[in-house]
Structures are given as structure tokens and as C-alpha cells.
């Protein structure tokens, strides 16, 4: 069955960067939608990123925009991450999540267009 798995979260300074990364297995992933969400203690989950199934633009929260910048390796069924100037804001449970509807040119944000779910990977930033 279809499996992701995320890792690269940790504690960093405000003003740091970090790098996540999503390996997807159990599938077929070239034509999936493939996103990242976030959940802060006592809020709910967020979309954060998302890309289609070309990989050439990403779409970003207004949070997180000009900061992180998502991209696809569709050969090595990865997603990843780059988060740049983190604030202590960003602090969450960061998710990545797989679209395997029809392809679409414009990713969804909405967490309920997402089937499938990796477990999490924390990221801390302090002040």
C-alpha cells in the first residue's frame, strides 16, 4: 500500500534554514499532486506547499511564501521542502500528503483532497 515517509525536522534558530523531505512507495506517483501541511499544537492541520504532478510551479500559503519552496524528484518519488528565514510561527508538525485523483494542473489545498498521509516530522524554531 501506499507509504510516506518524512524526515529532516528538528530544532532550529529563528533566522534558520531546514530541508524536508518526503519519500512516497507503494505506488505509482508521477501523475499525483503532492503537498505539505503543518499542525501547531491546539490549531488545526494547514496547507503549507503543494505541486503538481509537473513539478514546475510550486503553491505556497501566504505564511510561507518568498520563505519555502517545495519541488518533486518524480524519478525518486520524493517531495521535499526547503524552508528558509524560519520563524518561531513555524513551529508545528510538518505532513506530507498524496493526491492520487485525476492529475490536476492546479493543486488542491484543502486537507480532505489528500488521501494519503505520512506520520510527521517535527520542527521547532526558537527565538
Known amino acids: 500500500q501506499v507509504q510516506l515517509v518524512e524526515s529532516g525536522g528538528r530544532l532550529v534558530q529563528a533566522g534558520g534554514s531546514l530541508r524536508l523531505s518526503c519519500a512516497a512507495s507503494g505506488g505509482t506517483f508521477s501523475g499525483a499532486t503532492m503537498a505539505w501541511f503543518r499542525q501547531a499544537p491546539g490549531k488545526d492541520r494547514e496547507f503549507v506547499a503543494a505541486?503538481?504532478?509537473?513539478?514546475?510551479?510550486?503553491y505556497y500559503a501566504d505564511s510561507v511564501k518568498g520563505r519555502f519552496t517545495i519541488s518533486r524528484d518524480n524519478a525518486k518519488n520524493t517531495v521535499s521542502l526547503q524552508m528558509n528565514s524560519l520563524k518561531p510561527e513555524d513551529t508545528a508538525v510538518y505532513y506530507c500528503a498524496l493526491d492520487l485523483g485525476p492529475m490536476k494542473e492546479v493543486p488542491p489545498t484543502g486537507r480532505f483532497e489528500y488521501r494519503y498521509w505520512g506520520q510527521g516530522t517535527q520542527v521547532t524554531v526558537s527565538s
Open positions: 505541486i503538481n504532478w509537473r513539478g514546475v510551479n510550486g
